[in-house]
């Protein structure tokens, strides 16, 4: 199989990954390279069934495995394995001792294919050296079983299918702004619950309904969540040939038992309608999106919103390829903490990494604005510089950790102004299999951070080394 090198590398450890693979279905998301992809079920390598389409790549033949004599049935393995430092000075601005640690995961796959039966399972073995707080679920779940389904597809006509699965697995719909697999930190977010896609040409829809599921530190132990439920439909429209182009529909649904905001706890019913346009040139690409949300909190209504997305522009035809990229957002907060009605935004399971390969913020009541360079000193290496302001969208409301965990409660405060984050990173694809990444970033508090606790300036480190195959 060729190997061919990425055509774009994001800046977050979690999408420096691997060189493109054939007829292997990538997210719409512009944003992702054309790597190996990061749920791994995505990816189709029934063309090794023709001995014409091998290249001698020494992991085809652990690609495609064939158990019968017409092709219908193989099985396709694979491997990650990453290990990842991550050091941090005055955390939550000195609220918190500094901490380090080293991740480390190890994730073997196996895809069996029987005509249109498909058994899928990744079992993760995980654990964290070097920490001296408590441990948490996402740093290490012990051995478990990270996905585990069944699938079966039908031809509904000449080009459209029905695929319905039931099971364990990671799921990322669009920009993963709403749902997405948390792949940066050491253990992924993973669902139990079915789904239903109809594919056709230019258009998908999927219609689930999912539980996330609760890691646990021992081996063995995880189980789905009783405390929160997913359910929704998302459709995406491509335009013209090929998927670089197009639309997102969507309507996702979360029932969570114990909500936590700034206002105060409660059950929470949230119904999240939105929509999402996406492009790519080759030169110019766009990734915009916008959402409304209605709903009940602590037996009170709930409303929330947000918009945002990017713009960036490759000049590939100049010396270090430089790609400009802007991002920005405005999400909503509460506006009145003394008002029963909550205004705050649910990210849902949103991306983590999605402001900076490290970052103490995330997706609630904020306003950011993220400019960002990436430059290729060579063929296989690439250099990003980015510098990230935050502001509160209401200062009625506190600011949240991307978990959606309080960091700092807005009652205190009238300030806007959060902080400034600047990040430097660097990305070698050393082998078609083997990822070397590197970053460093400080976070310089501004008048709501100084006027609500400690406001020392965050200190941030990060190396990984990622091999997939």
């Known amino acids: 199989m060729k190997q061919l090198s990425p055509r774009k590398w994001t ?59 017409d092709g219908s049935s193989y099985v396709t393995t694979g491997l990650e394995v990453r290990s990842r430092y991550e050091g941090y000075a005055n955390v939550r601005w000195g609220a918190a001792p500094d901490d380090g640690y080293v991740w480390h995961r190890f994730m073997p796959y196996a895809d069996f294919h029987a005509g249109r039966l498909r058994l899928f399972a990744q079992p993760i073995v995980s654990g964290i050296s070097g920490v001296r707080r408590a441990k948490r679920p996402v740093d290490t779940t012990g051995a478990d079983m990270l996905q585990a389904f069944i699938e079966v597809e039908t031809d509904v006509s000449e080009e459209t299918a029905l695929r319905a699965s039931a099971g364990r697995k990671l799921v990322s719909l669009g920009a993963g702004r709403f749902v997405d697999t948390r792949y940066g930190p050491n253990i992924p977010q993973a669902f139990d619950g079915v789904d239903m896609s109809l594919t056709a040409k230019s258009w998908q829809v999927t219609a689930l309904y999912f539980r996330p599921v609760d890691n646990r530190l021992d081996d063995f132990d995880d189980r789905t969540s009783t405390q929160k439920s997913l359910w929704g439909v998302y459709a995406t429209r491509w335009l013209g040939d090929g998927r670089a182009n197009g639309f997102d529909l969507y309507y996702l649904g979360l029932r969570d038992r114990n909500a936590v905001y700034d206002q105060g706890t409660g059950r929470e019913l949230v119904h999240t309608i939105g929509t999402r346009i996406f492009g790519d040139t080759g030169s110019t690409y766009w990734n915009l999106e916008g959402a409304f949300q209605r709903g009940r909190f602590a037996g009170h209504r709930r409303v929330g919103w947000g918009i945002g997305g990017e713009i960036g522009h490759r000049f590939s035809q100049v010396p270090l390829q430089p790609d400009l990229r802007l991002t920005a957002d405005v999400i909503s907060g509460d506006d009145d903490p003394d008002d029963p009605e909550l205004g705050t935004l649910n990210p849902l399971f949103p991306r983590g990494k999605y402001f900076a ?10 306003i950011h604005v993220r400019p960002s360079l990436t ?17 509160r969208q209401s200062t009625g409301d ?55 606790g400690p406001a020392q300036v965050i200190k941030l480190v990060g190396v990984m080394a990622n091999y997939r195959f």
């Open 375 to 391: 430059v290729r000193p060579h063929r296989d290496v690439e250099l990003s510089l980015s510098g990230t302001a935050y502001w």
């Open 357 to 366: 390969s490290q970052s103490p913020i995330g997706q609630r009541n904020l």
């Open 398 to 452: 506190g600011i949240y950790a991307i978990s959606g965990a309080l960091v700092r409660s807005g009652k205190d405060s009238d300030a806007r102004f959060i902080g400034t984050q600047a990040e430097i990173a660097i990305a070698w694809q050393a082998t078609p299999e083997l990822n070397l990444a590197a970053s460093v970033g400080i976070f310089d508090p501004g008048a709501f951070t100084r006027e609500t």
């Open 11 to 69: 800046i977050a450890f979690a999408a420096a990954t691997l060189p493109v693979i054939a007829d292997a279905q990538t997210g719409t998301d512009i944003g992702r390279a054309p790597t190996l992809t990061i749920e791994r079920y995505p990816e189709n390598w029934s063309y090794l069934a023709d001995p014409t389409q091998r290249t001698g790549q020494w992991t085809e033949p652990f690609k495609y495995i064939s158990l019968s004599a």
